[in-house]
């Protein structure tokens, strides 16, 4: 047994909560918004057939043309955020974002049901945008890839802790369980915006919206980098849809290995996100970083591929292996993509390029699931070399890439004289 300060420095060193401060307030109000998204995310296909009467089938149009339209006020509402405090734009958003919540509770046709998938969309994607520009305020240009990384270990406990508590909606299954998680939801969301607002504002340098949003997406050096870090962004849809697929359908490995398998990536990304943000402070260590995570996230993908013909006991440790090699990857990926689309990005501009980032991010995650499904559930091993070698191929152009995005950026700035 050790002292009361060494039982308190082992947990400081295990929780993904900062010290007190103002990322400890943003990481509180992440916490609660992602319980919130565990419980939705858990409960959302049951509660919109179970309880509202929706086919699969306009459950899945009806997410997939919403998170389309979803997409388009990403670039907008990054803008937004550096011509207004980032700060009160979030808390705003969350709270427009509460009320489509509670308004699931009364969809009861597919049209109803596609209107309000489709404000959740809008607001999902510009908040995203938002909230990276938050970022970028709290954590200041020195903290800033740290904070990305602490919040993404907070999510990713946030989401678990919200999926286990909606497991008694899914035991009990009636509508009012259902409809108990969105109301969950809800109020994660008005939690979320309150803590928020306990943060200081941070009043934007007075620019033309028009000269931010617009410069982003004529960024030439800018969108090639953020478009090879896109690219490898297809490897959550890997993770999330194409593995459990795999799993049942190319392996031997029991059904169980898919909940181990995701329960694996969760844990290590709570434990590692920040310890592995390190590598990745500024453009040309990040881009390093970024090469890396393609090479290892292809090495990722030929494991998962070799389960298929191996026997059982192998299949299950090649699988949980390669899932161990994917979060690093994952991880480092997500670092150094933080840290590029910053450090490449206009200063007084870094709400509208993380709109542009997460749009071109996005776009892929909509194409992925019908590419990778095709390409690796029919396709067989040949389709995860496939991928591996995209993967690997794109990691080695970023730092190239990024050397011309600097370079493009140094020959734009004013010069003394």
Do not use: K
Request: with cysteine; net charge positive; hydrophobic share 55%.
């Amino acid at each position: 047994m050790g002292t009361t300060a060494e039982v308190d420095d082992r947990w400081r060193s295990l929780s993904p909560l900062p010290p007190p401060g103002r990322l400890r307030t943003l990481s509180l109000a992440t916490l609660a918004n992602t319980i919130g998204t565990g419980l939705w995310v858990t409960g959302a296909a049951l509660f919109l057939t179970r309880a509202v009467g929706l086919t699969p089938t306009e459950v899945g149009v009806g997410l997939t043309l919403a998170g389309l339209v979803g997409l388009t006020a990403s670039v907008p509402l990054g803008g937004l955020a550096d011509q207004c405090d980032p700060r009160s734009l979030r808390a705003v958003l969350q709270l427009a974002q509460a009320a489509v919540a509670a308004a699931y509770l009364l969809v009861d046709s597919f049209p109803v049901f596609l209107l309000v998938a489709t404000l959740d969309a809008l607001l999902i994607s510009g908040n995203l945008a938002v909230r990276a520009a938050l970022v970028a305020a709290v954590g200041g240009p020195q903290g800033r890839v740290h904070a990305f990384a602490t919040l993404r270990a907070v999510a990713n406990l946030g989401v678990a802790l919200g999926a286990g508590l909606a497991a008694f909606a899914l035991v009990v299954d009636t509508g009012w369980a259902y409809r108990l998680l969105v109301l969950g939801n809800v109020a994660t969301y008005l939690v979320s915006a309150a803590l928020i607002m306990r943060l200081p504002a941070y009043p934007p340098a007075r620019r033309p919206l028009r000269q931010r949003a617009g410069r982003a997406l004529r960024d030439g050096p800018f969108l090639a980098v953020a478009g090879a870090s896109a690219v490898l962004s297809v490897h959550h849809v890997a993770l999330t849809l194409v593995l459990p697929l795999w799993v049942v359908a190319h392996t031997d490995a029991p059904l169980a290995t898919v909940s181990a398998l995701l329960l694996v990536n969760t844990l290590l990304t709570v434990l590692l996100a920040v310890r592995l943000s390190g590598s990745a402070r500024h453009a040309v260590p990040a881009a390093t970083t970024m090469r890396r995570a393609g090479l290892v996230l292809a090495a990722g993908m030929l494991l998962w591929a070799a389960s298929a013909v191996v026997p059982t006991t192998v299949a299950v440790g090649l699988l949980l292996g390669a899932t161990v090699i994917y979060t690093l990857g994952d991880l480092w990926h997500a670092g150094a993509g933080a840290t590029l689309a910053y450090d490449l990005a206009a200063p007084d501009a870094l709400g509208a390029y993380q709109g542009v980032d997460g749009l071109l991010a996005g776009l892929v995650r909509a194409a992925g699931p019908a590419l990778l499904t095709w390409l690796i559930i029919d396709g067989g091993p040949v389709g995860w070399l496939a991928l591996a070698g995209l993967l690997a191929l794109t990691g080695f152009a970023v730092p190239p890439l990024t050397r011309r995005a600097l370079a493009d950026r140094a020959d734009r700035s004013p010069h003394p004289g």
